[in-house]
């Protein structure tokens, strides 16, 4: 090695080590940023990751919530922060992916403003009927819905979100005119179905498993590539003959484009640990019906850019423009 390549390497190396120096110093609180109200899943993640990230870092972990139009509140929060290597932002894909494919021009560009940390955890999306139509196999449902076109109904909690664009998707490939039908949050869209007032909802496919006890709705099935762990018993709609595995869903964190790569790279090697610890993966499992699922910075982003290209001709079929 000639001289100027050992001494090119040599500050190479001496920069990372004190970038490394620099944040095992620093103190400062880090900010985990919520688009979504306190007690709610994204809430819950967020605050599991938050117990034990500062035993990783050596840092003070704040959680602060701000709700509003499905997480992309918190989105522009932290794109416009100035504290860039100690705020962060929990959230699902879809908060991420769909504001920028339903709104027009885009609130931000999620490639240029925004970089992934990792990846946390995954669960599956499915479909739950009330048990008075009679339905038990996708098939049996796309039947139902083509002998009562004026009852094809799909519950989602919430417009222009994943719930919404996958009831689109399934009612293209299952052949039926169907309607989404948007409900402020999963509560009121439960009840509905328990009902009777809808015939059958896309959700989260662990909180349906709460509700199968009572006899009134039934899971029909996962709408994802394979059976999930969580619930290895309930078959996914691809196995039942209807190709549609588009269903699941995933947390991710994320940092402004400009934090410092050394940073970056602690933060992941963090989650990495943090999700590696048998009681996290407890708590995910049996409180929140999800997986641990770590990838790393660069696996979310492509990931990412994979669930962004899948949906963006989806959306634009659909004709959805949010509010």
Sequence with gaps: MNMHKFLGATITVAMVFWAQVAFAQDRSPVTILVGFAP???????????????????GQPVIVVNRPGALGAISIRDLIATKDVNNTYAVLPFSSVVFPVLTRTPAPYDIFAEMQPVASIASFPLGVAVNVNTGVKTPRELALWMKE????????????GGHNHFLGFELGKVIGVESTVVPYQGNAPMMSDL?????PAAVMVAGEVLGHA??????????LTPKRSPLMPDVPTFAEQGVNITSGESWFGMWAPSKVDKVQLMKMQEALRKILEDKEVRQVLFEKMAMQADFRTSSETDARLRSEHAYWAPIIKASGFKAN
Excluded: C, M, W
Excluded at 148 to 159: E, L, M, V
Excluded at 194 to 198: E, P, S, V
Excluded at 213 to 222: A, F, P, S, T
């Design 213 to 222: 006890g009572d006899n009134r709705v039934r899971l029909v099935g996962v």
């Design 39 to 57: 007690g709610g899943t994204s809430d819950l993640v967020a605050r599991l990751i938050a117990k034990y990230l500062p035993e990783q870092i």
């Design 148 to 159: 009562k076109p004026k009852s094809a109904t799909f519950g989602t909690a919430g417009a």
């Design 194 to 198: 328990l009902a009777g007032h809808i």
